[in-house]
């Protein structure tokens, strides 16, 4: 971890008692108007380009503070208050800062905890900032606002970034913040959400924030990253000028979404003819790893209706692949990964009799570009549920 030791202002902090955003801001706005000349007031403001300047000089980062400070707590703060209320009262979480700058995302989330009496506790913060100056003081903010949580830092740009840079937790909630970066057109988008969907499991909260263009290409870059990651939007709104604040001409694009995903001890869905031939073969002919909880093999290519074993939880590449005459095969809940291509010329097949979620569900209709009739049991299936597939059908 990279961060601000022993400089002026570490030490100042350590005197100005429980730390909030609004002290930090307060110092910034007094070293401004009482410390720096007008003529360096301009040229610093001329040299943030309206906060999209990388910041490589403790008077930038002052200056940036001054200027774009209440506004970006005033948007964070509303993001953060769209988050659902089983999110906020999950007991521990992680949290992931994207083009962290200061870490005025992480400050504002503490200050929100506090002031809406949530307990939750932060486990590991990870920074990610291009600015090696800025990630300093990012660690430093966040070691006195978070003093339990692990901190680490990432020194590098978004294009630069690799699989051993994103960590989630299939079992502690993620809370990833972008807060200012999704509106940069300077990093491959597109490449930046593949890694992060490659990365991602467990529950992850999405909270983007940024400002409003009324320009498609930009104003729509929130919505673009939300469907690589295959998210679910849950509040999505833009604000023109004095439309988010009355008294301010600050606009706002503010879009969070959800990303659910559950692994099976990090396995994948490939397998090789090895594994199946050390596999257990069912009655059917249906091969299952050894723990039973992968599906790796259908052998019998008569097959014709089929109920996966219960326990099962991921379903291997190609298992039912040119199984023609399978019609009919059940599928028990606890099956949450299904690979590709795994009923891919079972053309014959038509009933799917399932315990699963409808997202789920709708998840292997995709995945595998089947038109499949739903056959209910009631139990499990309510008519909303009948409503959702019609409409997933549909699409």
């Not at 990610?128 to 990012?138: D, G, N, T, V």
């Not at 467990?202 to 983007?208: H, L, S």
């Not at 939007?233 to 659910?260: G, P």
Request: charged share 25%.
């Amino acid at each position: 971890m990279i961060i601000e030791q022993n400089t002026p202002y570490a030490q100042l902090l350590k005197y100005m008692g429980t730390l909030t955003f609004n002290k930090i801001r307060d110092r910034a706005v007094k070293d401004v108007r009482e410390i720096m000349p007008q003529s360096l007031q301009e040229i610093l403001y001329e040299n943030l380009n309206r906060g999209l300047g990388i910041l490589d000089e403790e008077p930038q980062m002052t200056a940036y503070l001054y200027a774009f400070g209440k506004m970006h707590q005033a948007k964070l703060n509303y993001a953060f208050n769209q988050l659902p209320k089983e999110y906020l009262k999950q007991p521990e979480i992680n949290i992931i800062d994207y083009g962290c700058g200061q870490a005025l995302g992480i400050m504002c989330y503490a200050d929100y905890l506090h002031d809406n009496d949530y307990t939750q506790q932060v486990k590991t913060i990870t920074l990610i900032e291009p600015s090696e100056i800025c990630l300093k003081r990012a660690a430093l903010y966040t070691s006195m606002f978070f003093p339990n949580a692990d901190i680490v830092t990432i020194n590098k740009t978004f294009d630069e970034l690799d699989e051993t840079d994103i960590y989630c937790d299939e079992d502690i909630p993620t809370l990833h913040i972008l807060s200012n970066v999704l509106d940069i057109l300077d990093f491959d988008m597109k490449e930046f959400a593949e890694l992060l969907k490659g990365q991602t499991k467990g529950y992850n909260q999405f909270v983007c924030v940024g400002p409003y263009f009324n320009y498609p290409d930009k104003d729509g870059r929130m919505e673009q990253f939300c469907s690589l990651l295959n998210g679910e939007n849950y509040y999505n709104k833009s604000f023109d000028k004095y439309e988010f604040d009355e008294q301010n001409d600050w606009t706002a694009n503010i879009l969070c979404f959800v990303v659910r995903k559950a692994y099976v001890n990090n396995l994948s869905t490939k397998v090789t003819k090895a594994e199946i031939i050390k596999g257990i073969e069912d009655d059917y002919g249906v091969v299952y790893s050894k723990d039973g909880k992968m599906l790796l093999k259908c052998k019998n290519g008569k097959l014709e209706t089929y109920s996966i074993k219960r326990g099962t939880e991921l379903i291997c590449d190609s298992a039912f692949r040119g199984i023609w005459g399978l019609h009919n095969i059940r599928f028990p809940d606890s099956v949450t990964i299904i690979g590709d291509n795994v009923f891919e010329n079972c053309v014959c097949l038509k009933q799917m009799v399932t315990v699963l979620s409808i997202l789920f569900l709708a998840l292997i209709l995709q995945k595998q570009e089947l038109s499949l009739h739903l056959m209910e049991e009631k139990s499990f299936m309510k008519t909303a549920t009948r409503h959702s597939m019609k409409n997933f059908q549909k699409s």
